[in-house]
């Protein structure tokens, strides 16, 4: 099974523009996935999509960079494209707002799908701990059945737990264990042209969660459960969430390298 990691990261952006070459500890936001994703011991190649040549130079010699249309509605779409024009039996998006994105993670992704042929994309989550992101819209819930399968992604805090309707958000992930979802997908490369060849749906347009075209036209998603707290960066401020981050893990690695 052939596996290659797509980057896509586009130049323009409403909240942030120019996101991909922020810096985070002098090194542009775009290397730092880049290097991530090479760690990673499935893919047999990792691509950047994008529409700029800022972008493009900021990876040159990292690795191969194809150059894409502007007019693509999302990271997928921009994928897809890629995807059209290489071979490979699988196509991992990974996002480019994850420099944390742990390697481990893209492996399992991977591996998902060559586990189940049933399935035709593959994703992850993992187990919520703090409270406040119960509640928050812009942390993904998904449930799945017990083979791992998703029945549903939202914004919401499903499920709803009618017995602790009252309760505080702490007591309520003391007694079930709510998962989020984590913003990389696996696809067949079969799949993934169908899915970018599909028109929006209901329920993506009621959520925004474009993965919810996919549940309402009868494709499976199966979800790996993964322990995984990165700090996606949506705005400018976040750059400092993710350089303490970063900062914290290099000096358990000094501990660790000590002992």
Same mark, same amino acid.
């Given at each position: #099974? /052939?596996?290659?990691?797509?980057?896509?990261?586009?130049?323009? =952006?409403?909240?942030?523009?120019?996101?991909?070459?922020?810096?985070i500890?002098?090194?542009?936001?775009?290397?730092?996935?880049? *290097?991530?994703c090479?760690?990673?011991?499935?893919? +047999?190649?990792?691509?950047?999509?994008?529409?700029?040549?800022?972008?493009?130079?900021?990876v040159?010699?990292?690795?191969?960079?194809? #150059?894409? =249309?502007?007019?693509?509605?999302?990271g997928?779409?921009?994928?897809?494209?890629?995807?059209?024009?290489? *071979?490979?039996?699988?196509?991992?998006?990974?996002?480019?707002?994850?420099?944390?994105?742990?390697?481990?993670?893209?492996?399992?992704?991977?591996?998902?799908?060559?586990? &189940?042929?049933?399935?035709?994309? +593959?994703?992850?989550?993992?187990?919520?701990?703090?409270?406040?992101?119960? =509640?928050?819209?812009?942390?993904?819930?998904?449930?799945?059945?017990?083979?791992?399968?998703?029945?549903?992604?939202?914004?919401?805090?499903?499920?709803?737990?009618?017995?602790?309707?009252?309760?505080?958000?702490?007591? /309520?992930? =003391?007694?079930?264990?709510?998962?989020?979802?984590?913003?990389i997908?696996?696809?067949?490369?079969?799949?993934?042209?169908?899915?970018?060849?599909l028109?929006?749906?209901?329920? *993506?347009e009621?959520? /925004?969660?474009e993965?919810?075209?996919a549940?309402?036209?009868?494709?499976?998603?199966i979800?790996?459960?993964?322990?995984?707290?990165?700090?996606?960066?949506?705005?400018?401020?976040?750059?400092?969430?993710?350089?303490?981050q970063?900062?914290?893990? &290099?000096?358990?690695?000094?501990?660790?390298? #000590?002992?």
């Amino acid at each position: #099974m /052939k596996v290659i990691g797509i980057i896509p990261a586009r130049y323009e =952006s409403t909240r942030f523009p120019g996101k991909p070459l922020a810096l985070i500890n002098g090194k542009p936001m775009i290397v730092h996935v880049v *290097e991530r994703c090479k760690r990673s011991e499935v893919l +047999s190649e990792v691509i950047v999509a994008t529409d700029d040549d800022r972008i493009r130079r900021a990876v040159a010699g990292l690795c191969r960079v194809e #150059m894409t =249309s502007r007019d693509h509605a999302t990271g997928t779409d921009r994928v897809a494209e890629v995807a059209a024009r290489v *071979e490979a039996d699988v196509l991992i998006n990974i996002q480019g707002d994850e420099p944390l994105i742990d390697p481990v993670i893209i492996d399992k992704v991977a591996n998902a799908l060559n586990a &189940n042929d049933l399935v035709q994309i +593959s994703t992850a989550a993992s187990v919520i701990h703090e409270p406040t992101e119960l =509640s928050n819209p812009n942390i993904v819930k998904v449930v799945v059945d017990r083979s791992g399968i998703a029945l549903y992604f939202s914004r919401y805090s499903i499920p709803f737990l009618r017995e602790l309707a009252d309760a505080s958000n702490a007591e /309520k992930l =003391s007694r079930f264990r709510y998962l989020k979802h984590i913003g990389i997908y696996g696809f067949r490369k079969d799949a993934l042209l169908r899915f970018v060849s599909l028109d929006k749906s209901l329920l *993506e347009e009621a959520e /925004k969660l474009e993965q919810l075209r996919a549940l309402e036209n009868g494709m499976r998603i199966i979800v790996v459960e993964v322990a995984y707290n990165g700090v996606p960066v949506d705005t400018p401020s976040d750059i400092k969430l993710v350089e303490n981050q970063l900062l914290s893990s &290099n000096r358990i690695n000094s501990v660790g390298g #000590m002992e």
